[in-house]
């Protein structure tokens, strides 16, 4: 079946500091690969996206690149704010499968000033 | 534009009560999915409805739970009888399917149960 592992968190980072949130995933066909970003006491929205290998997506500071031959989507931020402070859920869609999402655990990510 | 718009955003009940979540999706998609968040379980795909019928309810946890599409904008989440075990947020999310690549879904804020 499809399933997505994150790194479990909470990740704690003073501002400015880079960031990394480890992604993989296994899936029965070719998937897209989405990170979306929680906000406290909201729902989850989109943050970036990357639709075939190799590709990066790219928001708001975060970058992440899909590696078919690693099964990763790691996010990257090369400098982070407080504002960044969030739960950050890796997610994948089969292609052609009507826009359903796997949804990995989700990581807590804490900016301090 | 009007997101989607959940309602209630808090519910407190007691075990044994009916509960009924709602949900008005973004005029115009044409599909709709309710989610349930726990700390234990993560984000959980209940049921995918696509043109108002439901596709996938295979992550409907039991026969407690029931969903309803009547029409294009608007849908409700189901729990009788609820039990402490059924407290979390339930999540509505809405997108447009067009065939191809998976599109993007958009959430509403969500719905805090509470089973005393």
């Known amino acids: 079946g499809n399933s997505v592992t994150q790194m479990e968190g909470p990740v704690t980072l003073s501002e400015e500091a880079f960031l990394t949130i480890n992604c993989t995933y296994t899936?029965?066909?070719?998937?897209?690969l989405f990170w979306y970003v929680q906000y406290p006491g909201e729902g989850l929205q989109l943050l970036l996206k990357?639709?075939?290998?190799?590709d990066k997506g790219s928001n708001k500071g975060f970058e992440a690149t899909y590696r078919k031959e690693t099964t990763s989507f790691h996010l990257e931020k090369g400098s982070v704010q407080v504002s960044d402070s969030a739960v950050y859920f890796c997610?994948?869609?089969?292609?052609?499968?009507?826009?359903?999402?796997?949804f990995g655990g989700g990581t807590r990510l804490m900016v301090k000033p | 534009d009007a997101g989607v718009i959940q309602s209630p955003r808090h519910e407190v009940t007691e075990m044994g009560q009916e509960v009924t979540l709602r949900c008005k999706p973004i005029?115009?998609?044409?599909?709709l999915f309710w989610y349930r968040q726990t700390m234990m379980r993560g984000l959980e795909l209940l049921i995918y409805?696509?043109?108002?019928?439901?596709?996938?309810d295979s992550g409907m946890p039991e026969d407690r739970f029931s969903a309803k599409m009547p029409n294009a904008s608007f849908s409700t989440l189901k729990i009788q009888p609820s039990e402490p075990r059924d407290s979390a947020v339930y999540f509505c999310?809405?997108?447009?399917?067009?065939?191809?690549?998976?599109?993007?879904?958009?959430f509403g804020e969500g719905s805090r149960l509470t089973v005393l």
């Open positions: 999310a809405s997108s447009q399917w067009t065939g191809g690549d998976t599109g993007e879904l958009f």
């Open positions: 899936a029965t066909g070719y998937p897209s």
């Open positions: 990357a639709t075939k290998a190799d």
């Open positions: 997610a994948l869609g089969l292609n052609n499968a009507g826009n359903m999402l796997t």
């Open positions: 005029s115009g998609h044409n599909s």
């Open positions: 409805f696509n043109n108002n019928v439901p596709i996938d």
